[in-house]
């Protein structure tokens, strides 16, 4: 695991220089087999980039069904999932949580939605902004060794390498 000390912050030190980004990752969570029934709480390679104002999700596993990792038989997932087989979840909730395949990209505008349901990714507005968390992710994804295909293609690299 890479990272910074943020003990200089604890301290109160004024030279302290936070992160313009910070990173997450899903990835295997116990020894689940994988096949096509397998959730996303026990197997999923999504990583996320985000910055101040924003967050990007990459979906490496998009045909997956979405489960929380944590709280899959809490209360709170188990009314979620009898809403949503009963139709009655709101819309908004039920898309961000349901859909399949979910989005390989989801770019959120904390600012403007900070529950996460309304995806940007692709709109023009946010290029510049999907850009900079898709490098930076890349960035990250190779310093560490992540040897999960990079954000980016081939055929579509950032602006910023063209």
């Known amino acids: 695991m890479s990272g910074r000390s943020f003990l200089p912050l604890l301290e109160g030190a004024a030279n302290y220089k936070e992160r313009k980004h910070i990173f997450a990752a899903r990835l295997p969570h116990g020894n689940s087999n994988f096949n ?43 009314e979620m999932v009898a809403a949503h087989q009963a139709g009655t979840l709101p819309a908004a909730i039920d898309k961000a949580y349901f859909t399949r395949p979910r ?8 600012a403007k939605d900070p529950g996460e349901l309304s995806n940007v990714a692709g709109q023009p507005g946010y290029a510049t902004v999907e850009e900079d968390l898709k490098i930076a992710l890349q960035e990250k994804m190779v310093s560490d060794y992540d040897f999960l295909p990079p954000p980016f293609d081939e055929a579509s690299p950032p602006a910023a390498a063209r």
Do not use: M
């Open 36 to 78: 096509a029934q397998t959730k996303a709480n026990t197997f999923d390679l999504s990583r996320c980039a985000r910055s101040a104002s924003h967050k990007l999700i990459w979906n490496y596993t998009p045909y997956q069904e979405y489960a929380p990792v944590d709280s899959t038989r809490g209360a709170g997932w188990r």
């Open 103 to 110: 989005a390989i990209v989801e770019l959120f505008d904390l």
